[in-house]
């Protein structure tokens, strides 16, 4: 297994480039089950949830290509309905595939995903909404067993907004009979995007980007070509990896529009950014001082950037508060970075960090994508050499992340363990 070594005190500065979205890319490639033909996507990060998405539509029984971050998926019908525990205990995006195989072929059979280091990850929007478009569901033997002789529409109300099942129940009402809404739906750009792919498709959704999307079933779909937006995740772990070092970067073929709550605390915290449509360059302005943040859905402040933004809080004098309302357990990142020396502790969903300790280098675990980024962000700013294992979480979602960061001047490297 890699390990990631940094030896903090570099500061960055230079010009990086985003990658595609991983969040985007997952539900548009199980998309491309719904329809025969050919679909090109690009601005596709090479990733290893992408490659096992890419695995797992192989199984289900597509030709898939994928080089220089372009992806070519081939459907000429399908011939197994099935996700399997070796796949989706790696990734529970793979539950993705679950509305477009009943959509197309009325059965699927899926792994039930596991938990992870974010803590219990249930899915009973997901079947509750399938249900409730006619589909029968069987758990046995770990697997959810669903059949449907044709969905119908019907009238979904989320109590929780869930991304994942948004676009599971989107991508099931496309070709359902007659109209779905979906009430409460998850406004995230990666759900846009995908309703716009399925539109581009021949879907007829309305109310994209709202909470209330309205869609109207029809007989068919065919296959297309798109471009996945960029990575806002990745684009904001990039700015606290130059802020953290009072460094001063750009990044290009980024998208500030799905940044707004991020980029005012990164203004608040006393960074000055410059921004245009695709650029985002920021620098430093002397004073800081610390924040409050909420994670909440989208346009909220994102929870996948919780954990980065507690790396940098840890260096500003000052008592930060993080109230994380959407995954109560992320939080296996904050022992690791006490390893530091960060003054940082939970009270219940409160992340308190009391900013401006020396941090000095340790060998340190990661526990999930996030959670990698948010140690690196804090071993560039600590003093000597961090080690950090586990990595493969980091390679999860983002494409050498450590290669980019040393473009800048980190000083950063991979070993082979
Ligand atoms: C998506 O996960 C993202 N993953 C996550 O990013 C992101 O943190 C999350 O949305 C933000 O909401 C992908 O897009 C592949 P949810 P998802 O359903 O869909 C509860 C990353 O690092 N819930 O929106 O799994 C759930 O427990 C990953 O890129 C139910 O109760 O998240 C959570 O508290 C991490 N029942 C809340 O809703 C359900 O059936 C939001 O979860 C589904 C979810």
């Known amino acids: 297994m890699d390990k990631i070594i940094v030896r903090g005190g570099k ?14 890319g997952l539900p548009i490639m199980a998309a491309s089950i719904l329809a025969e033909g050919k679909y090109i996507l690009r601005n596709v990060p090479d990733i290893t949830d992408i490659q096992t998405m890419i695995k797992l539509l192989r199984i289900i029984g597509a030709e898939v290509v994928f080089n220089k971050n372009e992806l070519t998926i081939i459907n000429k019908g399908f011939s197994r309905y099935e996700a399997p525990y070796d796949l989706v205990k790696t990734m529970r995006a793979s539950i993705y595939v679950l509305g477009p195989l009943l959509a197309r072929f009325g059965k699927a059979k899926v792994s039930f995903p596991g938990g992870c280091a974010l803590g219990a990850r249930p899915i009973n929007l997901h079947l509750e909404g399938l249900q409730k478009l006619g589909t029968t569901i069987e758990i ?3 697997y959810i067993y669903a059949y449907t002789d044709k969905l119908k529409g ?13 676009a599971n129940i989107l991508m099931a ?8 809404t979906i009430e409460n739906a998850s406004c995230e750009p990666e759900i846009t995007s995908l309703a716009h792919f399925l539109n581009k498709m021949g879907a007829k959704i309305k109310g994209i980007g709202t909470e209330v999307l309205t869609i109207q079933g029809v007989k068919t779909l065919h296959s297309i070509d798109t471009t996945l937006i960029s990575d806002r995740i990745e684009t904001a772990t990039f700015l606290l990896s130059a802020a953290i070092t009072n460094g001063n970067i750009t990044i290009k073929n980024c998208s500030p529009v799905h940044l707004g709550f991020v980029l005012d605390k990164i203004k608040e915290i006393g960074f000055s950014l410059q921004i245009s449509k695709d650029t ?6 002397g004073e800081k001082k610390p924040v409050e943040i909420s994670t909440n859905p989208y346009p909220g402040f994102p929870t996948d950037l919780q954990p980065p933004f507690a790396a940098l809080l840890s260096t500003i004098k000052g008592k930060s ?4 309302n959407i995954f109560s357990d992320r939080v296996m990142y904050i022992s690791e970075l006490q390893r530091l020396g960060a003054d940082i502790k939970l009270n219940g969903n409160q992340i ?3 900013g401006g300790n020396k941090l000095t280098g340790a060998p340190l675990i990661a526990s999930d994508i996030r959670a990698a980024a948010a140690l690196i962000i804090a071993a560039l700013a600590s003093n ?10 980091l390679d999860r979602g983002y494409e050498r992340l450590e290669e980019k960061l040393a473009k800048l001047g980190a000083d950063i490297e991979r070993v082979k363990d």
């Open 173 to 180: 009402s496309v070709l359902a009979q007659g109209i779905t």
């Open 384 to 393: 000597g050499k961090t080690e950090i294992s586990r990595v493969y979480h």
């Open 352 to 354: 308190i960090i009391k």
């Open 321 to 324: 508060i993080i109230y994380e």
């Open 154 to 166: 019907g009238k979904i109300f989320f109590e929780k907004k869930s991304v994942g099942a948004t």
């Open 140 to 142: 046995k033997h770990g």
């Open 11 to 24: 500061k960055l500065t230079g010009t990086i480039f985003s990658s595609g979205s991983k969040n985007a």
């Open 280 to 285: 985002i360059s920021i620098t430093d302005k």
